[in-house]
């Protein structure tokens, strides 16, 4: 059973446009909802994370956006850029079952210059 | 600081056949945590290791083993290779008990044939 589902898994869009990329969730015992780039050849690196207590965080130009009710998170990437090609997974956890990651499905975004 | 880090880089072997990957955690670090990311079906929590100790196991079979050093380096060992095996084995470290970031080494890439 997936317990996250994301979407699109794949994403164009031009330059300085706006990405977004959806997540949804089952358990309601998530308490921690990070999302991660990963390039190439390259392990996932966080970019941003945001705990359910909180609708919206901002780090530079991105964005997640949180609706607890509705179990769905977003990632907003402002004025996408080039570098900005890469897979991103957002992921879950549930801090007392353990601290493992539960990971979307990945959404591959190409930015166009 | 350096980062997580993984040997091999890629391995080829056979069906029926045993291997072994490592990980190296990012210093002060006491938690590792091993993902299998296959094509078609994501990143998917392998095992968590603590102080030397297994925490918590995915639904994986248990040909799927490994271990912690009291250095907390780790290993993971695959017996009886199976061609679904083949993946890309990431390995992630991230200080011990808390929902703080999950950094992640580059993988080891393994092909059964």
């Known amino acids: 059973q997936q317990q996250v589902k994301q979407s699109p898994q794949s994403l164009i869009v031009q330059k300085g446009g706006i990405s977004i990329i959806n997540c949804a969730y089952e358990?309601?015992?998530?308490?921690?909802f990070p999302w991660y780039q990963q390039f190439p050849g390259k392990g996932p690196a966080l970019l941003i994370a945001i705990r359910p207590d909180v609708s919206e965080k901002k780090e530079g130009r991105f964005t997640i956006s949180f609706n607890k009710s509705a179990k769905q998170f977003s990632l907003h990437i402002m004025d996408s850029q080039p570098g900005d090609s890469a897979t991103y997974f957002c992921?879950?956890?549930?801090?007392?079952?353990?601290?493992?990651?539960?990971f979307g499905g990945g959404t591959r975004l190409m930015v166009k210059p | 600081e350096a980062g997580v880090t993984q040997s091999p880089t890629h391995l080829i072997k056979t069906r029926g056949q045993q291997v072994t990957l490592r990980c190296s955690p990012i210093s002060g670090h006491t938690s590792v945590y091993w993902y299998q990311q296959a094509l078609g079906l994501g990143l998917q929590f392998l095992l968590w290791y603590d102080e030397g100790e297994e925490r918590n196991r995915g639904n994986f079979p248990p040909r799927f083993s490994g271990r912690q050093f009291p250095n907390y380096s780790s290993e993971l060992n695959v017996n009886a290779l199976e061609l679904e095996d083949s993946a890309l084995y990431l390995c992630?470290?991230?200080?011990?008990?808390?929902?703080?970031?999950?950094?992640f080494g580059p993988g080891t890439r393994l092909l059964v044939l």
């Open positions: 358990n309601t015992a998530f308490d921690y």
């Open positions: 992630a470290s991230s200080l011990r008990g808390t929902q703080e970031t999950q950094y």
């Open positions: 992921a879950a956890t549930d801090y007392n079952a353990g601290n493992m990651l539960t």
